[in-house]
């Protein structure tokens, strides 16, 4: 017995479209330039985003290259940033950029399996139980490295008592990849499903 649905082959082309040209921009907007930016053939990455420990304004505030602009939330900018600092400030824009291009070519495969029109295939249940994961690490790990470099960027300077430092965990994220989970549940429903109705055939 197959379950097959009314998917059909230039919906899987479509999506496989779709999913390949995400995973190109993201693997050059987010991953390939920054890695060039501290390497060196590409400008570096020079700011980041970062929250102050008081709503005062801070004109300026600088310590050596580094310096702080705005007020609650500011711009933490390195002026001629060095290999370590490069790498501080790139690495959770790179680490994001993995994980997204780990999830659209995991989706990616599912993609395929779709192309004969059936779903429930055990792999998707492995598949989409690691896209779980991964949006998992988007929603925790991610924002940890983002605590850990900024505080390596402004340990030891003036800058350190005005930068909060701090890991705010996504909930909508966390809340995203438990459903996924729960997604990959019902799969697996289905999958034993459809082998205990083969068995009967």
């Known amino acids: ?98 994980l997204i291009i780990v999830i659209l070519s995991i989706l990616l495969r599912m993609a395929a399996t779709f192309r004969g029109g059936d779903v429930f295939v055990p792999a998707n249940v492995r598949r989409l139980f690691a896209i779980s994961t991964a949006v998992l690490l988007l929603g925790i790990a991610a924002p940890a490295l983002d605590m850990l470099t900024t505080n390596a960027l402004v340990s030891g300077t003036p800058l350190e008592d005005a930068v909060e430092i701090g890991f705010e965990v996504r909930a909508s994220t966390v809340l ?20 205990d109705t083969e068995g009967l055939v």
Do not use: C, K, N, Y
């Open 176 to 195: 995203l990849a438990i459903l996924i989970a729960a997604l990959a549940g019902a799969f697996g429903h289905g999958t034993r499903l459809r082998a």
């Open 1 to 98: 017995m197959t379950w097959a649905t009314r998917w059909s082959r230039f919906d899987t082309h479509f999506l496989e479209l779709v999913i390949g040209l995400g995973l190109l921009l993201v693997g050059l907007f987010q991953a390939l330039f920054p890695i060039l930016g501290v390497t060196g053939p590409f400008p570096p990455i020079d700011t980041r985003d970062v929250d102050l420990r008081s709503t005062a304004q801070v004109p300026d505030l600088a310590s050596g290259g580094t310096s702080l602009r705005g007020t609650h939330h500011a711009e933490l900018a390195v002026g001629d940033p060095g290999l370590w600092d490069r790498v501080l400030l790139a690495a959770p824009e790179v680490a994001r950029a993995v």
